[in-house]
């Protein structure tokens, strides 16, 4: 089975400092990662993904994960946040023991940015 | 290069009633997944598409959703007898098969159910 922990509900930060939203992860074999955000009344955007290699991802409007196997951790960074990130940010995982292709998902943390 | 679309964006139906959500995927996609979303949680899996062949149903799909991608490129989710509980938005995605490992999946915008 594959699981998804987001532990905060609310993230907030001033704007121009930086910004983590935490993700743990479970699985029984290796874990391709992803980082979705989403705005009010919208779908998914797709943010960045870990699927092997560089243990540091780095993906759209400047966001960026650190995947850590022994902690199980992929943690989403953001150097210097701005008010426009603020939305919503869902941690996916899917197993590569999995024959299907379905993605699991935390319950989401939302990100208030402050000017 | 267009993406994920969905039709209705929003749906208000009275309990009892059939109700029927259409998805287009990116053109190129030969892969195709539902999700429901509840307020304040994350997308939960509800079946997945390989052209037109249902792959993968899960337990959340009771014997009143019928999904359908009958030639291989748009798909259909009716939802038979509605039920408050069937309150949600219904998120659908598609993936390319031939684009290696992880298959990113690229979501639409979403439906909009409220069940009355």
């Known amino acids: 089975a594959q699981s998804v922990a987001q532990p905060e509900d609310q993230v907030n930060v001033a704007e121009g400092n930086p910004l983590t939203v935490k993700c743990t992860y479970s699985?029984?074999?290796?874990?391709?990662l992803f980082w979705y955000v989403q705005y009010p009344n919208r779908g998914l955007q797709f943010l960045l993904k870990?699927?092997?290699?560089?243990?540091l991802v780095k993906g759209s409007y400047g966001f960026e994960a650190e995947f850590n196997k022994s902690q199980t951790s992929f943690h989403l960074k953001k150097p210097s946040a701005l008010v426009s990130d603020s939305a919503l940010y869902f941690c996916?995982?899917?197993?590569?023991?999995?024959?299907?292709?379905?993605?699991?998902f935390g319950g989401g943390t939302r990100l208030m940015v402050k000017p | 290069d267009t993406g994920v679309s969905q039709d209705p964006r929003h749906k208000i139906t009275k309990r009892g009633q059939n109700v029927t959500f259409r998805c287009d995927p990116i053109?190129?996609?030969?892969?195709l997944y539902w999700y429901r979303q509840t307020l304040g949680q994350g997308p939960e899996f509800l079946t997945y598409?390989?052209?037109?062949?249902?792959?993968?149903k899960s337990r959340l799909l009771s014997d009143r959703f019928s999904a359908e991608r009958p030639k291989g490129s748009f798909s259909t989710l009716e939802i038979q007898r509605t039920e408050q509980g069937d309150s949600a938005m219904y998120l659908c995605?598609?993936?390319?098969?031939?684009?290696?490992?992880?298959?990113?999946?690229?979501f639409g915008p979403g439906t909009r159910l409220l069940v009355l």
């Open positions: 598409f390989q052209n037109e062949a249902q792959l993968e």
């Open positions: 870990y699927i092997t290699g560089d243990n």
């Open positions: 053109s190129e996609h030969n892969r």
């Open positions: 996916a995982v899917r197993d590569t023991n999995n024959a299907g292709n379905m993605l699991t």
């Open positions: 995605a598609s993936s390319s098969a031939t684009s290696g490992s992880g298959q990113t999946q690229y």
């Open positions: 699985v029984s074999g290796n874990p391709y």
